[in-house]
């Protein structure tokens, strides 16, 4: 009976064990086919079901002695990489962030484990991973369908570039080359000639694949990482790693090619370049696997005279496919104009020199277009920044050659030209463009115009790495600010989602990344140097122990497995160096998979012959957590669910229901600053609607929430200053959103949000019979904005941006601050302000006036500078030493038809009678003129002038500006202080 019992006990083991890991090869499966569970909405019930997964296998465990949960030092690294995130919840920047990286580490670690304990076989092991890599030949067939347009599937195919499931090119290749690799390992290993051929197919897949996602950091790693895989292979089996990996690539990529130069078409003939491309790799992988046993008797002399004949031969392939270049040709023939471009680098380019560009050319224009090419020359300047030195459009089409002289300018470092061709039933073919020294006439570049093996996209993406890109700057940047934070929060970082929450607080300029491009650094802010010490650990801990016992491990097969495995992980690790991958869980899953079997294939230092880790309190403390994660997972979800239920009665306008579901939503995610945000102002609104005191006292107890929880968001302490003016709380309200533009100075929209509020309260204390020493205060701190963004640009690596509305809203301060003090104009009844323009903003810069641009007619030649006085006022001072007029102009006025406004200028100046003219501009109107000043005297006081107009009919606003017009033929200058336009309300 007790054997019976034994035997029924081992059944009901080995049940739950099997189940236990058909539920783990599931978990690591779909992930990839939902955004990469890089959102929350699908990653929480991947948590739960995660944690269920590692319950049940606990607690079959729960009375094994022989089971233990630490088993080596790597497992109690990864304990303290979750332990350090399990903290950081209680100091982290972000609470609600901390908690959200707490789960996924957790669930990293769970996964860790599972695949610890249940891959305990070489079987078990290639069923898993086999598992892994026919979720990958989904992932890319998806991506090849959605680049074809056989199906759309939402981000997976942008820009000319496979994004898949993954809707993020980069996280893509590095998943794929993983995957490639892993593949690789199995052809070698697998002894069953179909399977083998199998994995061929799917290592032909992700090659293909892996090419279209035009990553180019990936495409440098892969070629480094094979020839790592190559090195570590046992020597009696390298010559046959090295053709199957050559035949998989000769199969691939040459299709891949072929499918990228056909992309634009969208023809279903794709889908056959894409299915000969794998089918070709499984056959010559079947083909190759029928002379193994040959392959692993070539004597090492030989394989080293065939491997140094196979490098010799690749050499030379690739300096043939390199140096074959051919004719270009960009043509029209879609029936709508539209544009065709094609660029190329040219570095070591010296500055402030004259060069010359010769072309030959054959160029069609059947009907007669203004031209059939154009060429454009910027200059790149070390930092890869642009500037246009010359464009020449090719309109003779009986011509076959011309040259293009130019000159560098100081900050020139190289050369971007631009091929391009425009209109429908125009073509141009470039046969030859070569660059040269126009003073010696030495040749300096023969460009290459068009590769004959390589797509243009492919070549484009080369190119881009020559000359400096914004993207690598961008990453760079983004380092450079990292240290920023980590300097402040060295050792204990700053929590989950530290990066995400500090980052536009620390920024150089005014970019938008919630993440750090590079996992390690933003690893090290959220849980400082300890957290990444304890990471890396792990990788260092895996490489010593592997090389220390590798000799122990028995079977060619295995040992090849291992190296393989090994190599996937140190890829996925090394693209993590610069970019965001890990961010997306579903590639993190397969990573800390990886690791599993890493650890479970090694020998290790055993830990468990101490009694206390395999002892039922032990494992009792691990159930516990895991029903903990459960529940914190489920109640964040459940959250979710009724914070959707809220929306949806939204758009039904139920205020009440919105309101009880937001309620739900809050008490199962309290961290969760959105919802307590839209709650306080549903409440607002029940207010509104009802004169219910109670429901404006809550609101305010859920906004002062808000504020607590966003202590370093920017975007919330906007909305809270917004919620606190609109019930009257002015002062809080400015205080707020001055915290916005302090957490965030870099964005130009806090600017204008900060100038809004500021102007509201100064309208609403003018208003009033008592407030005018409240309105006059307020108005004294919005002007101090304008010193604001100067000391933001000086400091910052790049201006802030241009914005329109801004330039408005401190014009209206700058009014109501100046005239409040001097009391020079007097707003007409009837009329509002509608435009203050003062000549003194330059908000991206550049070094030009905003919203003031210049233009001079055959013979002008009109300027302005920037003149600073002594009591700090600005204005322009215009001149023209030319012969005929030019003209400066404040541009892109709001003006409505058919409404009068008064137009008030102040000016004075030294020019002769006729000499000065003043319009107001509209060139899509039917009557350009909409109103003039002629014959203007000025003398060197300052006075102002005025126009009244009435707008005609057919104007649309946005098209008018003012135009300041100097005749020329006078030494004279003008000088033009403001300008201020007031609208008849209607």
């Keep these: 009976m007790p054997t019976k019992t034994l035997s029924s006990q081992q059944k009901t083991k080995s049940t739950i064990e099997t189940l236990v890991f058909i539920g783990l090869c599931i978990l690591l499966f779909y992930p990839p086919f939902f955004r990469g569970l890089y959102f929350e909405k699908e990653l929480l019930p991947t948590h739960i079901f995660s944690f269920t997964l590692a319950l049940i296998w606990i607690i079959s465990k729960y009375k094994d002695k022989e089971y233990n949960l630490i088993k080596s030092p790597i497992d109690l690294l990864a304990i303290g990489v979750v332990f350090m995130y399990f903290i950081s919840v209680f100091y982290g920047v972000n609470t609600r962030l901390a908690i959200s990286e707490f789960l996924k580490y957790a669930n990293y670690f769970v996964i860790f484990l599972l695949v610890r304990d249940l891959v305990n076989n070489d079987n078990r092991q290639k069923i898993l991973l086999s598992i892994i890599l026919f979720a990958g030949v989904i992932v890319s067939v998806i991506g090849i369908g959605s680049a074809i347009g056989t199906w759309s599937y939402k981000g997976a195919y942008v820009g000319n570039r496979i994004n898949s499931t993954f809707q993020y090119p980069n996280t893509l290749a590095s998943y794929l080359g993983a995957l490639y690799i892993i593949a690789l390992g199995y052809i070698l290993t697998e002894e069953n000639k179909l399977y083998k051929s199998l994995y061929g197919i799917s290592a032909g897949v992700f090659l293909f694949t892996f090419i279209l996602t035009y990553s180019r950091g990936m495409w440098l790693i892969l070629p480094f990482m094979l020839l790592a895989y190559i090195i570590v292979v046992l ?4 010559l046959e790693a090295i053709i199957y990996t050559v035949l998989t690539i000769i199969a691939s990529v040459p299709f891949s090619f072929m499918f990228s130069n056909n992309i634009e078409g969208k023809d279903y003939k794709l889908w056959f370049i894409f299915i000969i491309g794998g089918i070709l790799s499984g056959a010559l992988t079947y083909i190759v696997s029928l002379g193994t046993n040959t392959f692993r008797k070539v004597d090492i002399k030989k394989f080293i005279i065939s491997l140094a004949i196979l490098v010799i031969v690749l050499i030379g392939a690739f300096v043939f496919i390199f140096n074959s270049t051919t004719s270009l040709t960009l043509e029209n023939n879609t029936g709508e104009d539209k544009w065709t471009v094609i660029f190329r680098n040219i570095e070591n380019i010296e500055p402030n020199k004259e060069y010359e560009l010769d072309l030959k050319y054959n160029a069609i224009n059947k009907n007669e277009k203004p031209f059939s090419g154009r060429i454009r020359i910027y200059s790149v300047d070390t930092e890869g920044e642009i500037q246009s030195i010359k464009t020449i459009k090719i309109s003779e089409v009986n011509k076959d050659n011309i040259s293009i002289p130019f000159e560098t300018i100081d900050t020139t470092h190289g050369l971007r030209i631009y091929f391009g061709n425009y209109y429908s039933g125009t073509s141009i073919t470039h046969n030859e463009a070569i660059l040269k020294d126009k003073e010696t006439n030495e040749i300096i570049n023969n460009i290459p115009l068009k590769y004959k093996y390589i797509p243009e996209s492919i070549v484009s993406r080369f190119e881009s790495i020559s000359l400096k890109e914004r993207s690598a700057e961008g990453r760079l940047t983004f380092y450079q600010d990292a240290f920023k934070i980590i300097k402040e929060h060295l050792l204990f970082g700053t929590g989950g989602g530290g990066w995400e929450t500090l980052y536009q607080t620390y920024q150089s300029y005014g970019y938008n990344s919630t993440q750090a491009h590079n996992y390690f650094l933003q690893m090290w802010i959220e849980v400082g140097l300890i957290g990444l010490i304890l990471f890396l650990g792990i990788v260092l801990f895996l490489t010593y122990y592997m090389y220390k016992s590798y000799k122990e491990i028995n079977g060619t097969k295995h040992k090849i497995m291992i190296n393989t495995i090994y190599i996937a992980t140190v890829s996925i690790l090394l693209h993590a160096f610069m970019d965001f991958d890990l961010s997306l869980s579903a590639l993190t899953f397969v990573l800390w998979a990886l690791f599993g079997i890493l650890v479970k294939d090694i020998k290790l230092n055993n830990l468990n012959k101490r009694k206390n880790n395999s002892s039922i309190a032990f494992k009792f403390s691990y159930i516990l957590v895991l029903v903990i994660l459960i529940i914190i997972s489920s109640s964040l979800k459940i959250g979710n669910v009724y914070a959707l239920k809220a929306l949806k009665a939204h758009k039904e306008n139920n205020v009440e229901k919105v309101i009880e579901y937001f309620e739900k939503a809050s008490a199962f995610d309290p961290y969760k600053i959105e919802y307590k945000n839209d709650l306080a102002n549903y409440y607002k609104v029940k207010f509104k609607l009802t004169k219910d005191k109670e429901s404006i006292i809550k609101a305010k107890e859920l906004m002062d929430d808000v504020v607590k929880l966003s202590r370093y968001s920017s975007r919330f302490k906007a909305l809270s200053a917004s919620f606190y003016m609109s019930i009257g709380d002015i002062e809080k309200g400015l205080e707020l959103v001055d915290k916005s533009v302090k957490i965030q100075p870099m964005q130009t929209r806090n600017y ?66 100046e005239n409040l003090i001097n009391k020079e104009y ?33 013979g002008g030649n009109v300027s302005y500078d920037v003149i600073e006085e002594n009591n700090n006022n600005s204005f322009i001072r215009i001149t023209n030493d030319g012969e005929s007029y030019g003209i400066a102009y404040p541009y892109g006025l709001n003006m409505d038809p058919v409404t009068e406004y008064k137009i008030y200028f102040k000016a004075r100046g030294t020019t002769k009678e006729n000499t000065f003219r003043f319009y107001v501009f509209d060139n899509k109107a039917k009557k350009k003129n909409q109103g003039s000043l002629s014959n203007i005297k000025l003398n060197n006081d300052w006075k102002i002038y005025s126009l009244d107009i009435t707008t005609d009919s057919d104007i649309k606003p946005g098209t008018q500006y003012l135009r300041f017009q100097h005749n020329g033929n006078d030494e004279g200058y003008i000088d033009i202080e403001e300008v201020l336009v007031f609208k008849k309300i209607q």
């Design 235 to 238: 020597n009696k089996r390298k």
């Design 752 to 817: 204008v949000q900060k100038c809004d509020a500021y102007l509201s309260a100064f309208y609403y204390y003018a208003s009033q019979k008592k407030g005018m020493n409240n309105a006059n205060e307020i108005i004294q701190r919005a002007y101090k904005v304008k010193k604001q963004i100067n000391e933001v640009n000086q400091k910052a690596l790049k201006p802030l941006k241009y914005n329109e509305d801004l330039l408005y809203k401190i014009g209206f301060i700058q009014f109501n601050y």
């Design 826 to 858: 007097k707003i007409p009844n009837g009329y509002t302000l509608d435009f203050a323009y003062y000549f003194d903003l330059d908000i991206n810069d550049d070094g030009n006036i905003d919203k003031l641009g210049t233009w001079s007619s055959k």
